[in-house]
C-alpha cells in the first residue's frame, strides 16, 4: 500500500493550492481518509478528515472555511482545497488512510501515511 500526496508549493498569503493524495492497493476504497500537517519543532495536526463515502467531513477549526476536504472514490484520490491561506499555514502536509471508514481525528486512527508535501505560505 502506498499513498502519494503531491500539490504543495510556494503561494503568497491569501492565495490557493489544491492537495491530492492518491493511494495504490485499494486502500481508499471502504476507509476514511485524513490529512494532517506538521511544522518544525511541532507535533503532527490533524487538518481535515472525510468518510469512506465522502458523506461526512471534519477539520480543525484553523482551517473551517477556508479547506475543503473531497474524495473521488472510482480514482482513489482525495484532495485539500485550501483557500485564503495564511503563513500560519506553512508545514508539510501528509495524507493518511484511517483504520475504520469514519471521520477520526487521532493520529492513532491511522496506519497509511503518504511521505508528504510542503506548503509554504508566504506573508
Known amino acids: 500500500v502506498q499513498l502519494q500526496a503531491s500539490g504543495g508549493g510556494l503561494v503568497r498569503a491569501g492565495g490557493s493550492l489544491k492537495l491530492s493524495c492518491v493511494a495504490s492497493?485499494?486502500?481508499?476504497?471502504?476507509?476514511?481518509v485524513g490529512w494532517f500537517r506538521q511544522s518544525p519543532g511541532k507535533e503532527r495536526e490533524f487538518v481535515a478528515a472525510?468518510?469512506?463515502?465522502?458523506?461526512?467531513?471534519d477539520y480543525t477549526d484553523s482551517v473551517k472555511g477556508r479547506f475543503t476536504i473531497s474524495r473521488d472514490r472510482p480514482k482513489g484520490t482525495v484532495y485539500l482545497q485550501m483557500n485564503k491561506l495564511k503563513p500560519e499555514d506553512t508545514a508539510v502536509y501528509y495524507c493518511a488512510a484511517a483504520r475504520s471508514s469514519g471521520v477520526t481525528t487521532s493520529t492513532r486512527g491511522y496506519h497509511y501515511w503518504g511521505q508528504g508535501t510542503e506548503v509554504t505560505v508566504s506573508s
Open positions: 492497493g485499494g486502500i481508499f476504497s471502504n476507509n476514511g
Open positions: 472525510i468518510d469512506w463515502r465522502g458523506g461526512n467531513t
